[in-house]
T-cell receptor, first 115, second 110 residues
Framework: DAGITQSPRHKVTETGTPVTLRCHQTENHRYMYWYRQDPGHGLRLIHYSYGVKDTDKGEVSDGYSVSRSKTEDFLLTLESATSSQTSVYFC??????????????FGQGTRLTVV | KNEVEQSPQNLTAQEGEFITINCSYSVGISALHWLQQHPGGGIVSLFMLSSGKKKHGRLIATINIQEKHSSLHITASHPRDSAVYICAVSNTGTASKLTFGTGTRLQVTL
């Protein structure tokens, strides 16, 4: 299995509080992605990173920010959590061996509930 | 219209049956991915392909670039194959972002 871990795995938080999810990889992959998974929707891209300090928005980025200060860590922050952000969040990595077009490896997911 | 469409959405089969899941896409791609997600579980990559056919055990994936269509076949299905199967495409362009279908939920019964 690819070395990719997400933390926490489960979290319940109150509306209006900030929340940070962490994705950590040991594979030295260049590209890292945060997705959310909701019933009736495919996985949707929130933000992605193509290198240290290089990030960009995905299709559902409102209310989220990210940071990547080193290759192995990609943080997703919900600035002020809302109930609509209750979801399962997946981190993914790609781009081993210097090429972008590789298999994607996923973390185990973080189930976030905003009450 | 979604860029990636899967069919069927739900599929029930008896153990031993041959199963086919279809994926159609409408964008230019550099590769197509088949992924598996067990209930409550993480997502695992089964195949990445850009042409032709790949086989791994009882799983076979094919792609027709001209028709923008891919199929995932499971031979001699087993209850442990019960999962959601997700098709995703790597769009041409920067960072090879993936666009996902909504998945096919497969239930294999004894």
């Amino acid at each position: 299995d690819a070395g990719i871990t997400q933390s926490p795995r489960h979290k319940v938080t109150e509306t209006g509080t900030p929340v940070t999810l962490r994705c950590h990889q040991t594979e030295n992959h260049r590209y890292m992605y945060w997705y959310r998974q909701d019933p009736g929707h495919g996985l949707r891209l929130i933000h992605y990173s193509y290198g240290v300090k290089d990030t960009d928005k995905g299709e559902v980025s409102d209310g989220y920010s990210v940071s990547r200060s080193k290759t192995e860590d990609f943080l997703l922050t919900l600035e002020s959590a809302t109930s609509s952000q209750t979801s399962v969040y997946f981190c993914a990595i790609r781009g081993g061996q210097g090429t972008m077009n590789t298999e994607a490896f996923f973390g185990q997911g973080t189930r976030l509930t905003v009450v | 219209k979604n860029e990636v469409e899967q069919s069927p959405q739900n599929l029930t089969a008896q153990e031993g049956e041959f199963i086919t899941i279809n994926c159609s896409y409408s964008v230019g791609i550099s590769a197509l991915h088949w992924l598996q997600q067990h209930p409550g579980g993480g997502i695992v990559s089964l195949f990445m392909l850009s042409s032709g056919k790949k086989k791994h055990g009882r799983l076979i994936a094919t792609i027709n670039i001209q028709e923008k269509h891919s199929s995932l076949h499971i031979t001699a299905s087993h209850p442990r194959d019960s999962a959601v199967y997700i098709c995703a495409v790597s769009n041409t362009g920067t960072a090879s972002k993936l666009t996902f279908g909504t998945g096919t939920r497969l239930q294999v019964t004894l």
